[in-house]
């Protein structure tokens, strides 16, 4: 009498998940069945998992704190990024433009996507299509002029014009058939300036301590020359604003002297963010009292936020946010509440963020960060 055979027991029966019990892994070139789930792996003892500890900004420092690398319970150099966007390329499925088309730079190849212009400057809105008053004749197509500065397409540039995304000097232009000359006219899609002027260098320093915030030193110290690479030795740049020489992190560097005023005169009261460490414990109320303001001796001075980053033992980590920039504001400020600064690294200023850029590198800045920082300062 012939025998049934077993369920599951024939060769030409597929197997699935290996042997007995799913407990062998799937064979060379095997794939799982339809529907089979799988927990995640356990994370522990895993190679790159977060350390405990503080912040970092390049190589290691002395003072038990680190920026720019993700810790446990602490944070990156550079405060979290909002909206929830990553800092590299466009995600799929990003957000559109408000009339409907592809949002400016979205392509864009250096720096981050900081996300829409919140201040927007007033402009006048033409009630119907006209021909700018703008338009020369000789110019160029304005379309032609976005797309050569990196907006988007042609096709998705002359979407954004029909929408009244697009303002030359001021006023909205809705027309396809504007020329302009892009030497003589400024112009803005969605609220960012365009830098029309190739000539025109931005670029983010990560300086670190002991170098000096200059382009020489007659005394031979370490300056920012030192860190420029060959291509840009022969560009005439200069640094806005200045960091001293044992404080760390975040200093811009431009050939675009309108801007570098602009971000650092007072009226237009550009915030900066720094990560301060002192000794602790900290008196409680000391983060109000700095709110508040301190009397200093050339003046009253305050902070604009106060933030406890982390603590080790004998260490705090603090973060603030000012837009003062007085010389040597933050040590002055917390020599002032009786927590001399140990160690002091500006992570920010303006949308420009260090983030986890490696201490002494140059980068570029990207025409979509270029065009916020414009925008901080009404340009």
């Known amino acids: 009498m012939t025998q049934a055979p077993r369920s599951g027991s024939g060769r030409s029966n597929p197997r699935s998940g290996g042997g007995a019990g799913g407990s062998r892994g799937f064979g060379k070139g095997s794939k799982p069945a339809s529907g089979r789930t799988g927990g995640p792996r356990s994370s522990g003892g895993a190679a790159g998992a977060p350390k405990s500890g503080g912040f ?15 810790k446990s319970g602490g944070f990156k150099s550079g405060a979290p990024k909002e909206g929830g966007f990553k800092p590299g390329g466009p995600r799929t499925g990003a957000p559109k433009g408000k009339g409907g088309s592809e949002r ?9 996507n900081l996300g829409p212009v919140t201040k927007r400057p007033h402009t006048r809105r033409p009630g119907k299509p006209v021909i ?21 397409s042609r096709r998705v540039c002359e ?5 009244g995304r697009v303002e030359v000097d001021g006023e909205v232009v809705t027309e396809l058939g504007v020329r302009v000359d892009p030497k003589t006219v ?44 060959s291509t840009n030795k022969h560009e005439r740049l200069f640094h806005v604003g200045r960091l001293d020489t044992n404080t760390e992190g975040l200093l811009l560097l431009t050939n ?32 109000a009292q700095m709110r508040e303001g301190l009397e200093l001796e050339d003046g009253f001075a305050k902070v604009d936020s106060f933030r406890l980053v982390d603590s080790t033992p004998g260490h705090i980590l ?37 983030n986890d850029q490696r201490q002494g590198s140059i980068r570029v800045l990207g025409r979509h960060e270029v065009g916020h920082l414009m925008a901080v300062v009404g340009l």
């Open 132 to 152: 700018s008053e703008h338009h020369d004749p000789e110019g160029i197509r304005l379309q032609k002029v976005m797309a050569s500065a990196g907006v988007a």
């Open 56 to 70: 970092k900004s390049g190589a290691p420092k002395e003072g038990g704190f680190k920026s720019g690398a993700p």
């Open 104 to 112: 400016a730079f979205r392509n864009e190849r250096f720096g981050k």
């Open 256 to 287: 675009d002297g309108e801007l570098a005023n602009r971000l650092t005169h007072p009226s237009y009261e550009v915030p900066k963010t720094y990560l301060v460490q002192v000794r602790g414990p900290m008196a409680h109320g000391v983060g």
């Open 318 to 354: 603090v973060e603030v946010v000012l837009h003062s920039g007085r010389n040597r504001i933050v040590r002055r400020m917390f020599d002032a509440v009786g927590h001399p600064v140990e160690r002091l690294v500006r992570t920010q200023m303006g949308p420009i963020r260090l």
């Open 159 to 163: 979407e954004m014009i029909t929408e």
């Open 186 to 229: 400024a112009i803005h899609v969605d609220g960012m300036r365009l830098q029309l002027d190739e000539t025109q260098k931005y670029y983010v320093f990560n300086k670190p301590r002991g170098v000096v915030s200059t382009m020489e030193d007659p005394e031979g110290r370490p300056c920012i020359s030192d860190y420029l690479k």
